[in-house]
């Protein structure tokens, strides 16, 4: 196998553009790609103050050095969610990247913010704990950089990520999820700051690969609440299609936002942003979705604190 530009030994093929390259010219193409994406979609220019969510895995932290290596103002946030060791794991690793390149982390921690992590929110709201978990970090990253002035918040979702959301809006005909998947969402009132996801051409596998490179240091292991998530379901079905019909991926989620998107976008419903009357941050109800769940969350750990304690005979 040898590299499509140099002819040298190839360390990568990538089956779905029919190529291969070296080392030098894989990092090249990687870094190809986010440029392209970023000025395909006018994500951002070298002016924006871009806050990249941080999880401490390899697509995370690989965006943001992909970032930075491409002179862009780049600080991470990382949001300590309190999963068990994962959670310490994850914070080690993005606070270990951070010093050693001397940038900027910023650091939420759930419990001491909010009063309790995702398990314990789980627990007490008897919800999945995924879905209090991505609804806290879409509110705080938000929130976070609006408050801080950024301009933009980018996140490390990859083509892979991006395919499996696709198909499980397709197939549950999630019409306003449809309207508004897209690599940018551009802000919608001043609250309401721009989102980002410059490796969406780019595969989990592909994105690993320059974490390695690069000797990026992430945390291996899942969360221990990912198995048997929906998305994992998605993902190993397409990439089942995916080794049968290489390209199949790419083509579902590019010709998607090229073809189908802006039929849904024109048919979409337009909601009207207003404060929520909690937090101040942009809602379409009186409360926002986060204000409510954490304040069902207090009252609920209100009330088992109020109740008799049982007595044994
Ligand atoms: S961190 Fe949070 Fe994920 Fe863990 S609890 Fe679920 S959403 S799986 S990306
Ligand atoms: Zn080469
Ligand atoms: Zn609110």
């Not at 697509?59 to 060791?85: E, K, N, P, Q, T």
């Not at 009357?277 to 009186?286: F, I, V």
């Amino acid at each position: 196998m040898r590299c499509l530009k140099c002819g040298e030994k190839a360390i990568m093929e990538l089956s779905r553009h029919n190529s291969a390259f070296c080392q030098p010219h894989y990092v090249e193409y990687f870094e190809n790609q986010v440029e392209r994406a970023i000025r395909r979609h006018q994500m951002f220019d070298r002016d924006d103050r871009i806050l990249v969510g941080v999880s401490g895995g390899k697509d995370s932290l690989s965006l943001w050095h992909v970032l930075v290596r491409l002179g862009y103002r780049a600080a991470g946030l990382h949001i300590h969610l309190g999963i068990d060791d994962y959670s310490k794991t994850s914070y080690g690793k993005a606070l270990s990247f951070a010093r050693e390149r001397g940038l900027e982390l910023i650091a939420v921690e759930l419990a001491e913010r909010y009063g309790m992590n995702v398990t314990q929110l789980a627990r007490t709201v008897r919800q999945a704990p995924c879905s209090g978990c991505g609804l806290s970090k879409r509110y705080i990253l938000n929130r976070e950089a609006y408050e801080r002035g950024f301009d933009v918040v980018a996140t490390g979702h990859n083509l892979d990520d991006e395919a499996a959301t696709l198909l499980g809006n397709v197939l549950h005909w999630q019409i306003g999820y449809l309207a508004r998947q897209s690599p940018v969402l551009s802000s919608a009132g001043e609250k309401l700051v721009k989102k980002a996801k410059p490796l969406y051409t780019l595969t989990e596998r592909e994105t690993a690969a320059y974490a390695l490179l690069h000797d990026i240091d992430y945390v291996v292991e899942e969360c221990p609440n990912a198995p048997g998530a929906k998305s994992l379901f998605y993902k190993d079905v397409l990439a089942r299609i995916e080794a049968v019909s290489p390209g199949t991926k790419q083509r579902f989620f590019c010709e998607f936002l090229d073809h189908a998107r802006p039929r849904f976008r024109a048919g979409g419903d337009e909601h009207t942003l207003r404060d929520c009357a909690m937090c101040g941050q942009p809602t379409t109800a009186e409360l926002c979705a986060f204000c409510r769940l954490w304040e069902r969350a207090q009252r609920r750990t209100a009330k088992q604190k109020t109740r008799p304690p049982a007595v044994s005979v």
